[in-house]
C-alpha cells in the first residue's frame, strides 16, 4: 500500500513541524527551515518512506541530490532504494572532472556542477532537493543530467512553493512530485 494511503501517515504532521523563519538568508524571503522534522525520527523516516513508495518500482540506479539539503534526503533515499547516490553541488567544490551550467538568480548568475562519469549514459534517475522555489536550480540541475544523457525518470521535492511557479521552468514529460505545498 503506497504510503500516501496510509492512515498512519501524516503529511499534515510533517508539514505543520516545519518551521518558518521570516528575512533568512535575506529580507523578505520566508525561510522553510526542514531541520525541525530531521530531528524528529519519526518524521524523518515517513519523509524518506514517502519517496521510497513513490520510486520503489521505478528501478532507480541513482539518486542525484541537490547541494545541500538534497544530499540528506537524497543519501537516505538511495540507501532504502538500494540505489547509489550521486551529488549535483555548487562550483569548485566537486574534485574531479565535471560538467557545469550557469542559471540566472533574481540577482547576477549561479553555477552547479556534477562529475561527468556520475552517472552511465541510459542510467535511471530521480533528482531530489528539498524545496522548489522559483525552479531555477532543479531546472540546470535537469540540463546537467541532460548532458550526461541520463534517462530522468522524476523530480521529487520535499516543498513546493506554488506561488513561485518554478514548475513552469521544469520538463513538462518529467513526473515532478511534492510531498507538500505551500
Ligand atoms: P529555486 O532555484 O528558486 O527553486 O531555489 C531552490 C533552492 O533554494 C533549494 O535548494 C532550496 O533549498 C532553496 N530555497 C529557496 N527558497 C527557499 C525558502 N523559502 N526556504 C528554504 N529554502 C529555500
Redesign the pocket.
Known amino acids: 500500500m503506497p504510503i500516501t494511503q496510509d492512515p498512519m501517515f501524516a503529511v499534515d504532521k510533517i508539514k505543520a513541524a516545519i518551521r518558518e523563519i521570516p528575512d533568512f538568508p535575506k529580507p523578505g ?4 527551515d526542514i531541520t525541525t522534522v530531521l530531528k524528529d525520527p519519526i518524521l524523518f523516516n515517513q519523509v524518506v518512506d514517502y519517496f521510497y513508495h513513490e520510486l520503489k518500482d521505478k528501478k532507480i540506479q541513482y539518486v542525484a541530490g ?1 547541494e545541500s ?2 544530499f540528506i534526503l537524497g543519501s537516505a533515499l538511495a540507501y532504502k532504494l538500494g540505489c547509489g547516490f550521486v551529488p549535483i553541488r555548487k562550483q569548485g567544490k566537486l574534485p574531479g572532472l565535471v560538467e557545469r551550467h550557469e542559471y540566472d538568480l533574481e540577482y547576477g548568475t549561479d553555477v552547479i556542477e556534477i562529475h561527468t562519469d556520475a552517472v552511465e549514459p541510459g542510467a535511471r534517475v530521480v533528482l531530489i ?10 531546472a540546470a540541475s535537469c540540463k546537467l543530467l541532460e548532458k550526461l544523457n541520463a534517462d530522468l525518470i522524476a523530480i521529487m521535492f520535499m516543498i513546493e ?1 506554488e506561488f ?1 511557479n ?1 514548475r513552469e521552468k521544469l520538463p513538462t514529460a518529467i513526473n515532478t512530485h511534492a510531498m507538500i505545498k505551500f
Open positions: 524571503i520566508l525561510f522553510k541537490i539539503r538534497g532537493d528539498d524545496l522548489l522555489a522559483t525552479g531555477g536550480t532543479a512553493l513561485l518554478g
